[in-house]
């Protein structure tokens, strides 16, 4: 069956470090990978987005790895603050725009 | 420029009774989705339309569950009967047509709806 992995155990990393969040999917072929975070009691918001024949993407602090052959995807945060503390969430697209998404990983930065 | 805007933002409901949610796309947004949450369990989709046409349904639970869009602006999710097991977060998004980079979909604050 289809399955995202990402770890459910919440990361704590102090500010100023990079922290890096992983997603592994089996038993998909996604034409699309995208990460979005989410604060408590609000929607998941877009941060990135990457095309299967893409290896890397970056937007300011944030790098996204895919690699299709280990099925994984890395999600770099470098310098991290406090106010990058949330949820980060994996979504795989076939194509279709329906997103399937990973449980995500909570990233509490400590100052 | 309006987000996703979701109402209402919490429903108490009992067991059999019908509830409607709805949603109101960022405005001009073609593709609108539904998108549920349960305790402990990843968002999980239900539903897209394109326009007022339901492009995929295949992530409704059963017949139960009843979307519309009407005129193709905002959309109504209806749940009739409602069972304890559909408790939990629904989550509307949108993003423009076309192709490339309007895969991004921006997402509602969501509807807490618990089912007693």
């Known amino acids: 069956s289809q399955k995202i992995e990402q770890n459910s155990e919440a990361l704590n990393i102090q500010e100023g470090k990079t922290a890096t969040l992983t997603c592994n999917y089996t038993?998909?072929?996604?034409?699309?990978l995208q990460w979005y975070r989410q604060d408590p009691g609000r929607g998941p918001v877009f941060l990135l987005l990457?095309?299967?024949?893409?290896k890397e993407k970056r937007k300011e602090r944030l790098k996204v790895t895919f690699d299709t052959t280990l099925k994984q995807s890395l999600f770099h945060i470098t310098a991290s603050q406090p106010a990058d503390s949330a949820t980060y969430l994996c979504?795989?697209?076939?194509?279709?725009?329906?997103?399937?998404f990973g449980s995500g990983t909570r990233l509490q930065v400590q100052p | 420029e309006a987000g996703v805007t979701q109402f209402p933002s919490h429903s108490v409901i009992e067991k059999g009774q019908t509830v409607t949610l709805r949603c109101d796309p960022i405005?001009?947004?073609?593709?609108l989705y539904w998108y549920r949450r349960v305790m402990g369990k990843e968002i999980k989709f239900l539903l897209h339309?394109?326009?007022?046409?339901?492009?995929?349904e295949s992530g409704m639970p059963n017949n139960r569950f009843l979307a519309e869009r009407t005129g193709g602006t905002y959309s109504t999710l209806k749940v009739q009967p409602a069972e304890l097991e559909d408790s939990g977060v629904y989550f509307c998004?949108?993003?423009?047509?076309?192709?490339?980079?309007?895969?991004?979909?921006?997402f509602g604050p969501g509807t807490r709806l618990t089912v007693t």
């Open positions: 990457i095309r299967e024949n893409e």
């Open positions: 339309f394109v326009k007022e046409s339901k492009q995929d």
């Open positions: 979504a795989l697209d076939t194509g279709r725009r329906a997103l399937t």
């Open positions: 998004a949108s993003s423009p047509a076309g192709v490339g980079s309007h895969y991004e979909q921006y």
């Open positions: 038993n998909y072929s996604p034409a699309y």
């Open positions: 405005s001009g947004h073609d593709n």
